[in-house]
Structure formats: C-alpha cells, structure tokens
C-alpha cells in the first residue's frame, strides 16, 4: 500500500521559513518523480515543486528562488524547503507521487497524495 505522510506545517511570520516533509512508503522511492502541491481556501490545487524521475526540478514561479524541492531517497522522504514566506504562501501542502506524464506540475497528472500539512504564513 501506497503512503505518503507530510509533516512540518505550522505557522510562520512573513519572511521566515519552514521545511516541509513527505514520508513515503509501499513503493521504490528513488525510482519515482514527486511533487508539492498546495491549496488555498477558495482556489484551485496549485503546483509547487517537482522531482522528474530524472532528478530534474520544476518550479512553480510564484516560488522561483525561495523554495528548495530535494529528496533523501535513503530515507524514502521528500522534502521543501520554504525561505522568504509571504502570507500568498498560506496553504495545505500535500505531497504526491506516481506521476503518469504530461505536465509535471499538474495535479491530475499524479496518483497518490498525501492527506497535507497546513502552512500559514502571518503576523
């Protein structure tokens, strides 16, 4: 069984930063392309960051230079690094995994999520 666990959300002042994990397991971690997604009260699921099955990254630009998307494939965990956070950053964080082609940063285009880890960036 397929499992994805993110943790790290809390809340945060505009300008700090919070580092987001994805536990994973029930698949070969290091063989897979994941991604961050992220859902704001009354908008649509947005894409963040990205792993291809390369290594490659995506980044959403609303992002560019701030977040860092890395992986530990020892540890079968996905992390975002989340630097300069602004309150347009407030959000539920999931996780997702087994990414089926197409555009990487869409989330239909992906299998398995995580149930999130909310951030909330305010002062």
């Known amino acids: 069984e397929v499992r994805l666990v993110e943790s790290g959300g809390g809340l945060v002042q505009p300008g700090g930063s919070l580092r987001l994990s994805c536990a994973a397991s029930g698949f070969t971690f290091g063989a897979y392309a994941m991604a961050w997604f992220r859902q704001a009260p009354g908008k649509e699921r947005e894409g963040v960051a990205a792993?291809?099955?390369?290594?490659?990254?995506t980044y959403a630009d609303s992002v560019k230079g701030r977040f860092t998307i890395s992986r530990d494939n020892a540890k079968n965990t996905l992390y975002l690094q989340m630097n300069s956070l602004k309150p347009e950053d407030t959000a539920m964080y999931y996780c997702?995994?087994?990414?089926?082609?197409?555009?990487?940063?869409?989330?239909?285009?992906?299998?398995?999520w995580g149930q999130g880890t909310q951030v909330a960036v305010s002062s």
């Open positions: 997702a995994a087994h990414f089926v082609g197409g555009w990487i940063l869409d989330g239909g285009r992906f299998v398995y």
């Open positions: 792993f291809d099955g390369h290594g490659s990254t």
